[in-house]
């Protein structure tokens, strides 16, 4: 089909090309439009050591004031948009952080949290992309 293309093993349709986000704030990541960084990492239940890991930055760095680095932020709220697409779908904060906590099979037994620990958020964004869009097909 001319509207799939693959991305590293999985199948994506790109004739909806804004399903990267979702319309909706399911965790409520943004107050009155001001994303508040703070709580992604509560959601995640990351500590400051982790955010660093997972960030490349050093901890004393790690805040989320207004004072947050532009690149600590724009990891964050790369996060925050995958937690929001699985929101989305299961539109229900307590089963959507239970998701991001348990290990998955389909991510070689890692749990969704493992995936941004390890720096791998975008292979993970597409997982949930490719699962998305199998389930609307259906």
Do not use: C
Request: hydrophobic content about 40%.
């Amino acid at each position: 089909n001319a509207s799939d293309y693959v991305l590293k093993g999985y199948k994506m349709n790109v004739t909806q090309p804004f399903n990267s986000i979702t319309v909706n704030d399911y965790m409520h990541f943004y107050d009155d439009g001001k994303f508040n960084p703070k709580k992604v990492v509560t959601g995640l239940k990351f500590k400051a050591e982790q955010v660093a890991i997972a960030t490349k930055l050093p901890k004393a760095s790690i805040r989320y004031d207004e004072k947050m680095s532009n690149e600590l932020r724009i990891k964050i709220e790369e996060w925050a948009t995958v937690i929001n697409l699985v929101a989305d779908f299961f539109q229900d904060t307590k089963k959507t952080i239970l998701w991001f906590n348990t290990r998955n099979p389909q991510l070689a037994n890692l749990k969704p949290t493992d995936m941004i620990l390890s720096r791998r958020v975008k292979k993970l964004q597409a997982f949930i992309h490719y699962v998305l869009y199998l389930n609307n097909r259906e």
